[in-house]
C-alpha cells in the first residue's frame, strides 16, 4: 500500500540584501530592505534579488498582500548605490533601467503592496513608493531628489512621481535636489502618502493596514490593483471598456472566495 502523499509548504527564499517573510496566519508577506550600513541603495545584487522576491510572492497563493520596509535607523533608502559599480553593457542601448526589477509592476505582480517609510526616501528610492499602492510614513521621513545636485537628469523617478502628486510638486521635488526636503506632513498633504505614525509604529501599521487588506478575497483586491494600475497608460474609455472586463472575469471567483471564507468574519471600517 503506497504512503499517504503530504504537502509541504515551500522552503523560504535566501536572500543577502533583503529579508524576505511570509505570514501564512494573515496572509502577508514583508520584504524587508537590509542594507542598512549602505542607507540600504540598491546595487545590482538588490534589484536582482527585489525581481525575485516580486516573482516569489506573485507565485505563492498563500501571500495576499506584500509590506515593504527598510532595516535600520537613518534610511529607508538612499536610492541608487553611487559606489558599487552596477555594471551596465559597454553598448548604451543595451543600457537597462534598475528600476525595473525593484517594481512589482513591471513584473506584473499585481498583489497590493503596502509601502512603510522612514527616515530618508531619495532618488532610486522613489521607484519604490512610486509602484506601491498604499504608502505611509514615520513623523521622521524625509522625501526628496538628489539627482540635479549631482550634475544627474531626473528623468525616470518623476515619471511615477507625478503619477502620485501630479506636475506642480514632482518638478519642485526633481528641481530642488538636496535643497529642499519633504517632510511627513507636506509628504500627507501632497498625497505622497495616506498616513503619518510614530516611528515606534510604523511596522505594526504597516501590517496591520496589509492584514486587512490581506482578508478580503483576494481576486478582488489583486483585480482591483491591476485594473486601476493599467488604466493610467490608456484613455479614459479604453480604460472603463477594460475594467468591464476584469469585473466579469474577477467578479465570479471573488465572490466564491467570500462565500468560502468564515461568515461569522466581519471587519469594522476605520474612519482616517
Request: charged letters at 25%.
Amino acid at each position: 500500500m503506497a504512503a499517504p502523499s503530504t504537502t509541504r509548504d515551500p522552503a523560504p527564499p535566501q536572500f543577502e540584501t533583503i529579508e524576505f517573510h511570509v505570514d501564512t496566519d494573515d496572509h502577508v508577506a514583508t520584504i524587508t530592505l537590509n542594507r542598512p550600513e549602505r542607507l540600504n541603495s540598491f546595487d545590482r545584487a538588490m534589484c536582482q534579488e527585489m525581481r525575485r522576491a516580486w516573482h516569489t510572492v506573485k507565485g505563492d497563493d498563500r501571500v495576499h498582500v506584500v509590506v515593504l520596509r527598510a532595516a535600520g535607523e537613518r534610511a529607508f533608502s538612499a536610492g541608487l548605490d553611487i559606489k558599487s559599480d552596477y555594471g551596465q553593457p559597454d553598448n548604451i542601448w543595451n543600457h537597462e533601467d534598475p528600476g525595473e526589477l525593484l517594481s512589482p509592476k513591471w513584473q506584473k505582480m499585481w498583489k497590493p503592496v503596502v509601502c512603510a517609510v522612514h527616515g530618508i526616501c531619495t532618488a532610486g528610492a522613489l521607484y519604490f513608493v512610486n509602484e506601491s499602492d498604499v504608502v505611509i510614513c514615520s513623523d521622521d521621513a524625509t522625501f526628496f531628489d538628489s539627482h540635479v545636485s549631482a550634475g544627474l537628469v531626473s528623468a525616470l523617478e518623476p515619471v511615477g512621481l507625478m503619477r502620485r502628486i501630479g506636475l506642480a510638486e514632482t518638478l519642485r521635488i526633481a528641481l530642488s535636489g538636496n535643497d529642499e526636503r519633504v517632510g511627513a506632513d507636506t509628504a500627507l498633504r501632497i498625497g505622497l502618502v495616506t498616513e503619518i505614525t510614530a516611528r515606534e509604529h510604523l511596522w505594526a501599521r504597516a501590517h496591520e493596514i496589509a492584514a486587512g487588506i490581506a482578508a478580503k478575497p483576494p481576486t478582488a483586491t489583486q483585480g482591483t490593483v491591476k485594473a486601476i494600475w493599467e488604466s493610467l497608460d490608456k484613455p479614459y474609455r479604453a480604460a472603463m471598456d477594460q475594467g468591464l472586463i476584469y469585473t466579469r472575469l474577477g467578479n465570479p471567483i471573488g465572490k466564491d472566495e467570500r462565500a468560502a471564507q468564515n461568515p461569522a468574519h466581519t471587519t469594522r471600517p476605520r474612519i482616517r
